[in-house]
């Protein structure tokens, strides 16, 4: 059975920094790609960085040169360190990954960036 548990949200102050983690259970992030996404309130999920199994990287526009995605193969725990946030950064932050065709999601983990 394939978990994500994410963590780290939390209230922080524009300009701060947050890290979130995604533990996984059930896979093993050495071999998978691993996604971040957000939904804001009154908004789509999007995507907002990835890390390939080969250890490729890419983010979305908005967040480029701010946020950097990674991962412990150890601790099989992918993580997003989110620099300079500002309050559009506001939203439940998701961890997401495939195996077999089938899509992975955690609960999500709630960040709120105040001006």
């Known amino acids: 059975q394939v978990q994500l548990v994410e963590s780290g949200g939390e209230l922080v102050q524009a300009g701060g920094s947050l890290r979130l983690s995604c533990a996984a259970s059930g896979i093993f992030v050495s071999i998978r790609d691993m996604d971040w996404y957000r939904q804001a309130p009154g908004k789509q999920r999007e995507l907002v960085a990835g890390?390939?199994?080969?250890?490729?990287?890419k983010y979305v526009d908005f967040v480029k040169g701010r946020f950097t995605i990674s991962k412990d193969n150890a601790k099989n725990t992918a993580y997003l360190q989110m620099n300079n946030l500002n309050p559009e950064d506001t939203a439940v932050y998701y961890c997401?990954?495939?195996?077999?065709?089938?899509?992975?999601w955690g609960k999500g983990t709630l960040v709120t960036v105040s001006s």
């Open positions: 890390l390939t199994s080969e250890g490729n990287t």
């Open positions: 997401h990954t495939r195996r077999g065709g089938m899509h992975y």
